[in-house]
């Protein structure tokens, strides 16, 4: 009964002093959401200057490589001139600009010769699937792990989870994937070796080990960085004073000591998450699953120009989105990043 | 357990250098220590599973010694892990005291930068590259002199910006030192020990990529041995022969350890 009423008193009053600074969060809150949203954008134009003006600087030329190296020179420059490669890089980048601004359009594949918003949108799903099932694995894992070593400071699994990393770091993603392989599909034939299965429970069966791979090298820095923040609320005043006021633990740990700490763990997942999005092409090259890794080399192999654009726009479109949502939340969490 | 455990932890940066220091002596010796040339073929001797032939580590399948590649491989891949880090490691480290020293402008553009390279797909950059220049070890130099300076940049800013305003480098202010003197001078012996500390991790990560590239095909070219791209090669017969897969993993997993050992000990010693 007692417990209850602290908690109501406890409750009210953060109520009451967070009220008294609302408005002045909310202002300060929204010039900073609008100085994000101005550098987002300039990130995502930034990119796609790079990608368009390096990509033409790949020897070989799309036209050839379409038409095959023994074709006709008469079809290859009506090819180009088709492709419109015929002229200046600078007024080829304008045309591209305008039609994205105008209709979001991100043109033709030279390969495929179908709009390269389609492939995308044919290609990502399987992308997102493992990126989404190996944050579930990265971030439960994490939280599971990093509590049970900040609570038993010293303990045989903290000294465990300090050593690790040592061995993770240097281990390459793709020879971690053919560990798995080797094991659970080869030895025990709990999961298919490659591709990916049709259907529910297939096609998530079959996306398991290479999400495993992926959360695999997620896990040991995001631990590391957990496990120090939470030994460092949890050594606060405020933490000692609220178990001194015999507020429940699982509430301290809920409300107080997780909300606390988990900014620097999110934050450094949200920069690897962004280095994902490109890096699932090794763990799609060794479980032959066709996803964006694939589309994008493929692309780059066939100098297939509109298509890589295509790709590098949506995945810098993706980055962003996310580095400005875990931004977002971080500021809500922890407004003194405001300042 | 719990004792050893600890031990362990304290020591951290001997074993590292032991351990490193050995893996560098076997390569700088593998002409001595190998009995087989690491390209020579031999179609009568293919796929001798370790320890059943003369072939100690056993054979691939063109019968090439897997002994004497492992160790070949090793002479090329450490010796560019070396060379590609020397650039960014200068580069960044000078990037990131620049940016936090004068703050204000050159720290947003700075940081503008960064931030693009961070939202652009890492791996296109890598491949773009490569196709550029062609597979080979050139593409590998010029990629890592593009992004690895960012792990540096990213450590020296925050520390050079937290001495900026200390009494030291105020008094040397006073003192009419310039502003370059007062980075070179005062500041980057401050920023090494950290950097250096991020340099052997950092190692460790460029020889994973250096494999990586290796495996897609686009790293070191053949002939030379890589173990990325003879991980490459054997990840056909994992089913019948593993060992060459899981041999050359091992050494990358090897020469991982050893660094961030070294690192680990490093940091804690400079702490």
């Known amino acids: 009964m007692t417990d209850k009423i602290k908690e109501k008193n406890h409750k009210a009053e953060s109520d009451k002093s967070t009220a008294s600074n609302r408005s002045a969060f909310n202002k300060s809150y929204r010039a900073w959401f609008i100085r994000a949203l101005f550098r987002s954008l300039t990130v995502i134009v930034l990119v796609m200057i790079a990608v368009f003006f390096i990509i033409r600087l790949v020897p070989g030329d799309p036209a050839v490589m379409v038409l095959g ?6 079809a290859v420059e009506a090819l180009r001139q088709k492709l419109h490669l015929d002229m200046p890089a600078g007024q080829q980048f304008i045309v591209f600009i305008i039609n994205i601004l105008t209709s979001f359009d991100t043109g033709i594949s030279i390969k495929y010769g179908v709009s390269c918003r389609s492939l995308v949108l044919q290609y990502a799903p399987v992308t997102l699937s493992l990126i989404l099932l190996s944050m579930l694995i990265t971030v439960v894992l994490t939280v599971i792990l990093a509590f049970g070593a900040a609570m038993h400071r010293d303990g045989i699994l903290d000294h465990m989870i300090r050593i690790i990393p040592a061995f993770t770091e240097g281990m390459p993603v793709f020879w971690v994937g053919l560990l798995l392989i080797l094991f659970f599909a080869v030895k025990l034939g709990w999961f298919p070796v490659g591709g990916v299965g049709s259907g529910g429970t297939a096609f998530w069966k079959s996306l398991v080990l290479p999400a495993v791979t992926i959360a695999f090298g997620q896990i040991p820095p995001l631990i590391r960085s957990l496990r120090e923040q939470l030994i460092e609320v949890l050594d606060a005043d405020f933490v000692v004073t609220l178990k001194a006021a015999r507020i429940p633990k699982r509430q301290i740990f809920i409300r107080h000591v997780l909300r606390n700490s988990f900014v620097p763990t999110l934050m450094l997942m949200s920069v690897n998450l962004s280095y994902l999005i490109g890096g699932t092409l090794i763990v799609e090259k060794v479980f032959a699953v066709r996803g964006m890794g694939k589309l994008l080399f493929d692309a780059i192999s066939n100098r297939d120009f509109p298509l890589v654009q295509a790709v590098a726009l949506y995945c810098a479109i993706f980055v962003v989105i996310i580095s400005l949502v875990t931004d977002m939340i971080a500021h809500r969490a922890d407004p003194r990043m405001l300042e | 357990m719990k004792k050893l455990l600890k031990k362990l932890r304290h020591s951290t940066l001997y074993i590292g250098l032991i351990m490193l220091l050995l893996l560098v002596i076997a390569a700088i010796a593998a002409p001595y220590i190998c009995s087989y040339d690491p390209i020579s073929q031999d179609l009568y001797a293919t796929l001798k599973a370790p320890g059943t032939s003369e072939h100690i580590l056993g054979t691939d399948q ?11 491989a090793a002479r090329t891949d450490l010796a560019v892990m070396v060379l590609a880090e020397i650039v960014p490691f200068i580069s960044g480290i000078f ?3 620049l940016s936090g020293y004068f703050g204000g402008r ?5 940081s503008l930068v960064t931030d693009t390279f961070i939202a652009f797909p890492y791996y296109l950059l890598v491949i773009v590259v490569a196709f550029m220049t062609g597979a080979g070890i050139h593409g590998i130099f010029i990629t890592f002199m593009i992004v690895g300076w960012l792990v540096y940049a990213r450590v020296a800013k925050p520390l050079t910006a937290s001495m900026k305003n200390s009494e030291w480098v105020q008094a040397a202010k006073l003192m009419g030192y310039s502003d370059f003197r007062i980075i070179v001078r005062e500041i980057f012996p401050n920023v090494l020990p950290q950097a250096v500390v991020v ?6 990560a460029l020889l994973v990529a250096i494999v990586t590239l290796g495996y897609l095909g ?6 030379t041995p890589d173990w990325g791209s003879m991980i490459s090669e054997g990840q056909t017969l994992i089913g019948t022969a593993p060992y060459l897969s899981l041999l050359p993993g ?14 680990d000990g490093l940091a804690d010693r400079w702490r």
């Open chain 2, 250 to 263: 091992l050494m990358v997993v090897y020469t991982g350890i050893s660094l961030s050992l070294i690192g």
């Open chain 2, 106 to 110: 050159t720290e947003w553009i700075i």
């Open chain 2, 199 to 204: 340099l052997m991790t950092d190692m460790a």
């Open chain 2, 95 to 97: 990037i990131g005291m």
């Open chain 1, 69 to 74: 190296e023994h074709a006709d020179e008469a």
């Open chain 2, 62 to 72: 063109l019968g090439r010694d897997m002994l004497s590649r492992l160790l070949y």
């Open chain 2, 218 to 223: 686009i790293g070191i070219t053949a002939p």
